[in-house]
């Protein structure tokens, strides 16, 4: 067949081949060059106090940013024998009660 080899393995479309591609997990070299930067403007720009300042300073776009590192799922195993209780924290100003 056309597409196929000699082992009956269709290439065309790039078939599960043994080692072939990025190990699972592995980041590419732009995003690992990207994240160093990333990580240098951090430090550079004062570290968590800097972040600190610039979240007093604008909450709306840190809490924007901070919404967008937080996991969009959240997967558990667990074996339950009882009732199961889930507690939602919502963060609020530190001493102020205000969300």
């Given amino acids: 067949m056309q597409g196929e080899s000699k082992d009956g393995v269709d290439k065309r479309r790039g078939g599960a081949r043994p080692?072939?591609?990025?190990?699972?997990?592995?980041?590419?070299?732009?995003?690992?060059?990207?994240?160093?930067?990333?990580?240098?403007?951090?430090?550079?720009?004062?570290?968590?106090?800097?972040?600190?300042?610039?979240?007093?300073?604008?909450?709306?776009?840190?809490y924007k940013l901070?919404?967008?590192?937080?996991?969009?799922?959240?997967?558990v195993d667990a074996q339950v024998d009882g009732n199961v209780t889930v507690e939602l924290v919502k963060f609020t100003d530190e001493g102020t009660g205000k969300a």
């Fill in 66 to 75: 901070f919404a967008r590192r937080l996991p969009a799922a959240v997967e």
């Fill in 19 to 62: 080692g072939a591609g990025r190990p699972k997990n592995a980041r590419s070299g732009s995003v690992k060059t990207v994240t160093e930067s990333f990580e240098a403007a951090f430090r550079a720009l004062g570290g968590t106090p800097g972040l600190v300042k610039w979240g007093k300073k604008d909450p709306g776009a840190f």
